[in-house]
């Protein structure tokens, strides 16, 4: 069963700072998905990548896909208090594993 | 457009009890999933369904039955609740398997 580890599991940072943030798997990913969830409401699709080596931007958002496919991060430029959650990584084709997250609290 | 929605927001069952966790969705979706997410964790698969009348286990299916007669509709059912199926559970959607997921608000269930 293929496993997903997110690291780290929470982070308290300033308004302004840089994170990056970790999803690895022992297997290979056929596709990785990132999503983000707000208290008390479902996750929401940040973005899906599919090509080992892959780099997509979302405003202040960058997500890589590994060479190998087996790990992907999820890098914010500037935080700010609206990118307060719980950051999570999923893959699968709908038999779908999820991480079990980074919780990231921007302080302002 | 509504989306996915699920109702009870919340619930408190007494252990033994029964309940029906209910979902809906108006897209038009083939692919309906429910999961279960405890404090502090990722979601877990309980169930999911490919298309009227097609449904599969998922990584945690014991204690919970699902049905899907409807395109629209994927019901939850918890047979004889236990405290550990204390959790938020979401029900999702999405037009196929490589497609974005939509969740849910969640229900909340407590059982004690």
């Known amino acids: 069963t293929q496993l997903l580890e997110q690291s780290p599991q929470f982070l308290s940072i300033q308004e302004g700072e840089n994170l990056t943030v970790y999803c690895n798997s022992s297997?290979?990913?056929?596709?990785l998905q990132w999503y983000r969830q707000e208290p008390g409401e479902g996750p929401v699709l940040l973005v899906t990548?599919?090509?080992?080596?892959e780099v997509k931007k979302l405003k202040r958002l960058t997500f890589q896909f590994g060479d190998a496919r087996k790990d992907s991060s999820l890098h914010i430029t500037a935080a700010q208090p609206g990118d307060t959650g719980l950051y999570l990584c999923?893959?699968?084709?709908?038999?779908?594993?999820f991480g079990t997250g980074t919780r990231l609290k921007v302080l302002a | 457009n509504a989306g996915v929605t699920q109702t009870p927001k919340f619930r408190i069952l007494k252990i033994g009890q029964s309940m029906t966790l209910q979902c809906t969705q108006d897209?038009?979706?083939?692919?309906m999933y429910w999961y279960r997410q405890d404090p502090g964790m990722g979601l877990k698969l309980i169930y999911y369904?490919?298309?009227?009348?097609?449904?599969d286990k998922g990584e945690v299916p014991n204690g919970y039955n699902v049905s899907r007669s409807t395109t629209e509709d994927f019901p939850l059912r918890l047979e004889l609740a236990a405290p550990s199926q204390t959790s938020v559970y979401f029900c999702?959607?999405?037009?196929?398997?490589?497609?974005?997921?939509?969740f849910g608000p969640g229900t909340r269930l407590t059982v004690l």
């Open positions: 369904s490919v298309g009227a009348g097609i449904t």
């Open positions: 297997s290979v990913f056929s596709s």
């Open positions: 990548v599919v090509t080992g080596g």
């Open positions: 897209m038009n979706h083939n692919y």
């Open positions: 999702a959607s999405s037009y196929s398997q490589y497609n974005e997921q939509f």
């Open positions: 999923t893959t699968g084709t709908y038999k779908y594993i």
